[in-house]
């Protein structure tokens, strides 16, 4: 029951990716530089949103210059939750990546499910199998348009708004640039 109560709480949240303003200094690259592969998770091992999307990364990706990221971070019984939001000053183009490590690979896997089994009832939509990203992967349209990428002990959800320009391509995008500093 907990766990659902914990699905349900991260695909509400996750529908836009907005955080809900909290900015930690850690969650935050000021340089906008992309960081090593091995910078990607903590000295303690947890893994920053952040981290993972860059200032450098949104601008790049939207085609501009973009508002100082929107950040959360949580931990509970060994979950962390962290989120990482972009937009452009008009706010018609957005980004976001949400990251969700769990204490093991199989914890990662059956949250990981579970969200996929609840994807339907909350898109509207089925969700489709993506192939070739991180250990398993599905796209969900619909009202949702983000993309759920397991990684490990990681899932990963990301959307990406280009103004009117194809969601699934730009979201498909950011998902290999994170998972590239995952390797």
Not at 62 to 67: C, D, E, N, P, Y
Not at 116 to 134: C, F, N
Request: contains cysteine.
């Amino acid at each position: 029951m907990k766990i659902k109560i914990a699905l349900v709480i991260l695909l509400l949240s996750s529908l836009g990716l907005q955080g809900c303003g909290a900015r930690t200094d850690e969650a935050k690259n000021q340089t906008g530089s992309a960081p090593s592969n091995s910078s990607a998770r903590k000295a303690s091992g947890k893994i920053d949103a952040c981290t993972l999307l860059t200032k450098t990364d949104a601008e790049a990706l939207l085609g501009g210059a973009v508002k100082e990221p929107t950040t959360t971070h949580n931990e509970n019984g060994g979950t962390v939750v962290t989120q990482c939001h972009y937009s452009n000053e008009a706010g018609d183009k957005q980004v976001g990546l949400l990251a969700r490590q769990a204490p093991s690979a199989a914890e990662a896997r059956q949250v990981f499910e579970s969200a996929r089994s609840a994807a339907k009832s909350l898109s509207g939509v089925d969700p489709k199998t993506i192939s070739g990203l991180g250990d398993d992967a599905y796209w969900t349209g619909g009202n949702l348009a983000q993309l759920n990428v397991l990684k490990n002990d990681l899932w990963l959800v990301i959307s990406a708004r280009q103004g009117k320009a194809d969601r699934w391509a730009a979201t498909k995008d950011v998902a290999n640039k994170v998972l590239s500093r995952l390797q």
